[in-house]
């Protein structure tokens, strides 16, 4: 696990997204018809998370299962619930997820960000890391961090995510 980190000097210095239409309910995504065909795809940050459709996007990409109760709890609690829907037919489905938690002022850490294995590579991962980081840039937040699994550092370096900034470690208490 590494310690990542992207500080803004300045509150103009957010990042550029692929949303064209902003609903505030639903933030549909402009896609690549060749990549995508013809799904239509929308970001949201107040779409209510039924759990167990959580979980079961976490089983996809392999991840261990975590009691339901915590993690309704840790959705309660957390300051920021984003989340990728395909729209098909009259229902909407949950293919990305990521949530941040915060002290509201001066720091954000993103956790649990998952991209349904469909419907990676595409493009989608980047585009919804942006969409966070605008979301917690415009609640004035200045220092966005993460905890990366080794495989995917490269992922968060493209989105300007540095390692270990000036030295800085990231440490860890575990119960033995
Ligand atoms: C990691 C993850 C969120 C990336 O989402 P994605 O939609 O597949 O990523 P994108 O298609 O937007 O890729 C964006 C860029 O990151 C790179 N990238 C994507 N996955 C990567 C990985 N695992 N390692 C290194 N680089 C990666 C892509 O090559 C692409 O680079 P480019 O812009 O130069 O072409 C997704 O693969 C996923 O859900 N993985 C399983 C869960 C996981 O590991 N989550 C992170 C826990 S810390």
């Not at 990521?98 to 980047?126: C, E, M, Y």
Request: charged share 25%; with cysteine; aromatic share 14%.
């Amino acid at each position: 696990m590494v310690w990542l980190q992207k500080l803004f000097t300045t509150k103009t210095e957010t990042d550029n997204n692929t949303l064209s239409e902003h609903s505030g309910e639903r933030d549909w995504v402009t896609v690549d018809p060749k990549m995508f065909g013809n799904c239509k795809i929308f970001f949201s940050t107040n779409q209510s998370i039924d759990v167990y459709e959580l979980e079961e996007l976490c089983d996809s990409v392999g991840w261990a299962r975590r009691p339901l109760r915590k993690v309704r709890k840790a959705l309660q609690h957390s300051y920021l619930v984003a989340s990728i829907w395909e729209f098909r037919g009259a229902r909407s489905y949950l293919i990305g997820f990521a949530r941040a938690t915060s002290d509201h002022a001066f720091n954000a850490t993103i956790w649990d960000v998952v991209i349904h294995p469909r419907f990676q590579s595409k493009g989608l991962g980047k585009a919804f890391m942006r969409y966070m980081i605008n979301k917690l840039r415009s609640n004035d937040i200045s220092n966005v961090t993460l905890f990366a699994d080794p495989q995917v550092v490269d992922f968060y370096r493209c989105l300007g995510f540095i390692p270990d900034p000036e030295g800085i470690k990231g440490m860890f208490w575990y119960p033995e």
